[in-house]
């Protein structure tokens, strides 16, 4: 059964760089045809897609943040990373780590889903 | 504010039927099929319930299904047992911005 487990820095200061990293248990990050993304909560508000990356290794972005977002695949880590940079207090949300199922540049589901990281940014 | 639309709350006894709307527009729910409605309970992480509209993944109960009617999407849960309490949520591929969600509705078990 397929895992996710999301970890990294629960404060970050404004103007840094957020990092944080999901760890893929249950199945090898680059023996399945698997994509893998982003999904962040702010405080009181509706969830809010981030980024993905397909299999083949294809990434999509949130037009709203494409110009601060990367996300990227370690495989000899099983574990895939989300980097924003010059985070402002609005970066603060609970950020899950999911698996997109993608066709073509259709997302369709997500599933499944990690526990979610609080990050809040703040001086 | 959230791209789909979702009533805060919805309630209904145990055994009742009660329906989540998810209210998009024509760059999403309105022109595809690939609406998915998830469920979360406090502390939990979200489950996927409804998949393609009206696809039930494997383990989830027959009492949840998904239907769509123009821009709007549903989540009906027939025979409302007490461990359905919980937040539901949409979401939609859009032409737009690829992947929109609702803003969540509490459904509370009388």
């Known amino acids: 059964q397929l895992q996710l487990q999301e970890s990294g820095p629960g404060l970050v200061k404004p103007s840094e760089t957020l990092s944080l990293t999901c760890t893929v248990s249950g199945d090898s990050i680059s023996s399945s045809a698997y994509s893998w993304g982003w999904v962040r909560q702010p405080p009181g508000k509706g969830r809010e897609w981030v980024a993905s990356?397909?299999?083949?290794?294809?990434?999509f972005y949130n037009p709203s943040l494409r110009s601060r977002v990367t996300i990227s695949v370690d495989t000899s880590k099983n574990q895939f990373s989300l980097e924003l940079s010059s985070v402002t207090a609005a970066d603060t949300a609970i950020y899950y780590c999911?698996?997109?199922?993608?066709?073509?540049?259709?997302?369709?589901?997500?599933?499944?889903w990690g526990q979610g990281t609080l990050v809040t940014v703040s001086s | 504010q959230s791209v789909l639309t979702q009533p805060a709350s919805v309630s209904g006894s145990p055994g009742q039927s009660i329906t989540i709307s998810c209210t998009g527009s024509i760059s999403d729910i309105g022109y595809y099929k690939y609406v998915s409605w998830y469920q979360q309970h406090p502390g939990k992480a979200p489950k996927l319930m409804i998949f393609?509209?009206?696809d039930r993944p494997s383990g989830v109960p027959h009492r949840f299904s998904g239907s769509k009617s123009g821009n709007t999407a549903s989540l009906t849960i027939s025979g409302l047992q007490a461990e359905d309490e919980a937040e539901y949520f949409c979401s939609s591929y859009s032409s737009v911005a690829l992947v929109v969600f609702g803003g969540g509705t509490k459904v509370t078990v009388l």
């Open positions: 999911v698996r997109p199922n993608i066709l073509s540049v259709v997302h369709s589901w997500f599933d499944p």
């Open positions: 393609d509209v009206s």
């Open positions: 990356i397909s299999y083949s290794g294809s990434t």
